[in-house]
């Protein structure tokens, strides 16, 4: 070191000095990747310094090679060494006259073992050949050697295992046997330099699939579910999923997705409908492939009627009625009609030729050719199959005509009296109606003789004839767009009904007859109301008048006189007014006399009573003034008498004996005499238990009533007393509280009345655990004076 300061410092003072160029390094080794500098000294006054590359190229600064200078030094940094930095690298100096010195440095540069690559685990599928790939890389070329379950694996022929020469490991036909860890050794002898890589290698087996049923049928809209079972296998276990239509079905609430051990993935549809027919797919993938099974759902679809529409067709015309339905399988159409309940398949007719079905494949189409009325109505479309039957219904409706109803055309008068001609029409549709007179349309404001009622298929004329032009010929006319039809009616004058005939007397007693006769050969053209039958006693100028109930052709004549001869005539009455009387006809009364026998009916009473009830009978013409009844038991030989009013309208029988038969004699009297005798006889049963029901029977309503209400009251007093004692309330407590009350208040009277102060007590009303306790309610009882009343704490404001 003395020495080159001693020659540096020869060279500053000699003006003809040489530079000196030197290299801290001379040769270099140097692995991938590593960094080194070096640095250029010169001697001498240079003018430049200057780094050449091997290629003798100048070097220039770079982010990995960077140069450095500082007066006479110069710094040459390599980062992270490359195979291609290697070589001569020359430090040239320059002094001012042009001259140059240099020195060089010799970059030797080596790789070290280097995995490069090297991935584990490596995979790959069963029975295809294996590659496991090591690259590693060094300067020199490395010796790599391949381990397997600590054992050197080698080549030799016909072995599955190979080491290619690129290093890597190859393996026939890899099984899952082949699994495992494989060890990739690699040496550089001339340094003694040795590593290594443990690598996984994983052989994967492509998906095994397997369906336990393939084929499946469900029905649509029964809240049926269908699980589909797909068995996968393989390695890794394969990743299952479900698809129909191209597309992944997910979890819902209809698709339900579930897996079990062994391998097994279920799929179940819910709800099952008819839009989820059809394949699926059940897919099994990993990393060795991917296997698919398909599974077919065969949705079974309950017929349904999916177009039917109602129909209008034109009398006369043909109505084309049509019905489609569909379903899995599809059904058979057919028809019923509504009316009578007549069914039409394919190919039926009616048994007049008219109707006719005709239709296949869920289709039908029921012609009807002539229209008729009797058509209108409902006709059901009915698709059956054999998973059901569906139904729906249609109208035929009908357009037609006016039809008039009514045959009635001839109507009557009088001047003065209003009268209603009705015009009624059944159309379809609903026809307009005008009434014509000879030319005139009759205009449906009201006029001073005619007026015009509308309604529903129905118009009235009212007419008022006025005088004798207002009769004659009235003309209805009904139109709608399939037609326009008329009617004629006729107003005639109205006359009052003949006289009735054949009259004669068909029952006759002491005080009424029935007087029958034969209608009125004519009414007059305007109905009979009533019938009016005059009569008088043959002695007498005076007649007296009965009418019929309604148009009856028999009158009941009442309050006559007995053993009498009486006049009768008949004459019949319209609104037009009253007919001519007919022939007059004689009868007489009948003699009061004795009452038939009477008519009696048996009832079981109450108790030891029975009860006979008297049916209205023939009193001869008489009041019955009395019945006289006679009774015995069979066993007994006298008889027990009754007398019982007339008027009464039953017979009580009582105290009779228990199992007992009587005999009953009853006779009717009236002021003519006796009757002839009616028998009667009847059982008495046997004598009932005493039990609660036939003690309470035995006595009256009143008397079961009053016990209720007896019992009742007492009960009612218990408590109260109860109360009293135990809980100080109830009825009593309060009548003594207002006892005391008014005992304390007139004690205080005197002190009340010096001191000018109202004296308050206070009652408590509620008791809780025991204790009185004054509540916001409670009552006071105020005393002022000679004068108390009673308020509520809540009034006792001044």
């Not at 994967?204 to 499946?216: E, K, Y």
């Not at 039809?485 to 005639?492: D, H, S, T, V, W």
Request: net charge neutral.
């Amino acid at each position: 070191m003395i020495a080159k300061l001693v020659l540096f410092g020869l060279l500053v003072c000699g003006s003809q000095a040489v530079l000196q160029v030197s290299i801290s390094l001379n040769k270099v080794e140097l692995s991938v990747g590593e960094s080194k500098f070096f640095t250029c000294t010169v001697i001498g006054e240079p003018v430049s310094l200057t780094w050449f590359n091997p290629q003798g190229e100048p070097i220039v600064s770079t982010q990995r090679v960077v140069l450095h200078t500082e007066g006479v030094r110069s710094r040459l940094t390599i980062y992270n060494a490359i195979v291609e930095d290697a070589g001569i690298y020359r430090c040239q100096a320059k002094d001012a006259k042009g001259q140059s010195q240099e020195a060089t440095v010799v970059l030797e540069i080596y790789q070290k073992l280097t995995f490069r690559s090297v991935q584990t685990p490596q995979e790959f599928r069963q029975s295809e050949d294996a590659e496991v790939v090591c690259d590693v890389i060094s300067s020199p070329v490395p010796a790599v050697s391949w381990f397997y379950k600590n054992k050197e694996i080698l080549s030799e022929p016909n072995n599955r295992f190979q080491v290619l020469p690129n290093n890597n490991l190859q393996i026939m036909r890899v099984g899952k046997s082949d699994e495992g860890e494989y060890r990739c050794e690699a040496r550089v002898e001339a340094r003694g330099e040795i590593d290594f890589r443990n690598i996984a290698v994983v052989v994967n087996v492509p998906p095994v699939l397997s369906l336990p049923q393939q084929s499946f049928n469900a029905t649509a809209d029964a809240e049926e579910s269908v699980t589909f079972t797909c068995i996968t296998s393989g390695s890794p276990d394969p990743e299952v999923t479900w698809h129909r239509k191209g597309q992944q079905i997910e979890s819902s609430d209809q698709h339900v997705l579930g897996s079990l051990e062994g391998g097994r993935s279920m799929l179940t549809v819910r709800s099952v409908g008819k839009g989820d027919s059809g394949p699926y797919i059940c897919r099994a993938t990993n990393k060795a492939g991917v296997l698919e099974g398909q599974l077919v759902l065969k949705v079974f679809v309950q017929p349904h009627i999916t177009q039917l529409r109602n129909v209008t067709a034109v009398e006369g015309s043909a109505a084309l009625i049509s019905c489609s339905a569909e379903g899995e399988p599809l059904p058979e159409v057919s028809w019923r009609r509504g009316s009578d309940g007549q069914s039409f398949s394919d190919g039926d007719k009616s048994a007049d030729g008219r109707v006719e079905a005709r239709g296949r494949h869920g289709k039908s189409m029921l012609t009807i050719n002539g229209v008729r009325l009797t058509d209108l109505g409902r006709f059901d479309c009915e698709a059956h199959s054999r998973i059901g039957d569906h139904q729906k219904s249609m109208y035929l409706d009908i357009e037609y005509a006016p039809k008039f109803q009514n045959n009635h055309t001839i109507f009557y008068s009088w001047e003065g009296n209003p009268v209603n001609i009705s015009c009624e029409v059944m159309s379809n549709p609903p026809a307009t109606i005008l009434w014509r007179r000879e030319r005139y349309t009759i205009s449906s404001e009201a006029t001073a003789n005619t007026r015009v009622h509308s309604g529903p298929g129905r118009s009235q004329l009212e007419v008022t004839p006025m005088s004798e032009r207002d009769f004659g010929r009235y003309n209805c006319t009904a139109r709608n767009n399939i037609g326009a039809r008329y009617q004629e009616f006729i107003l005639a004058q109205a006359d009052v009904p003949s006289n009735p005939y054949s009259v004669r007397l068909t029952a006759v007693a002491q005080r009424i007859a029935t007087v029958a006769f034969m209608t009125p050969d004519s009414h007059g053209g305007v109905p009979i109301g009533h019938y009016l039958v005059n009569y008088k006693e043959s002695s007498n100028q005076q007649w007296r008048s009965a009418k019929s109930h309604g148009v009856q052709s028999t009158v009941m004549l009442s309050s006559l006189e007995p053993n009498t001869t009486y006049v009768v005539r008949v004459a019949a009455v319209n609104g037009k007014g009253q007919g001519e009387y007919s022939h007059t006809e004689t009868f007489q009364t009948l003699p009061i006399r004795e009452p038939s026998p009477p008519t009696v009916h048996g009832q079981r009473e109450v108790g030891k009573a029975y009860r006979l009830g008297l049916i209205k009978q023939d009193d001869g013409g008489m009041p019955i003034v009395e019945y006289i009844v006679k009774y015995k038991p069979d066993k007994d030989d006298q008889w027990m008498t009754k007398l019982v009013p007339g008027v009464h309208e039953f017979i009580l029988l009582q105290p009779l004996q228990w199992n007992t038969r009587y005999s009953v004699e009853i006779t009717a009297r009236n002021i003519k005499g006796l009757s002839e005798p009616t028998y009667f006889q009847f059982l008495m049963p046997q004598k009932p238990d005493i039990t609660a029901d036939s003690l309470f029977s035995s006595l009256g309503l009143g008397t079961v009533v009053g016990l209720g209400v007896a019992a009742l009251l007492l009960l009612l007093v218990l408590v109260d007393v109860s109360c009293f004692f135990l809980r100080q309330c109830g009825l009593l407590m309060c009548l003594t509280r207002r006892l005391c009350s008014r005992k304390s208040a007139t004690s205080a009277k005197g002190k009340e009345l010096e001191e000018g102060k109202a004296a308050y007590l206070k009652l408590p009303l509620k008791e809780e655990n025991g204790k009185e306790v004054l509540k916001p309610d409670t009552i006071e009882i105020k005393v002022r004076g000679e004068n108390s009343h009673h308020t509520n704490s809540g009034d006792s404001k001044a």
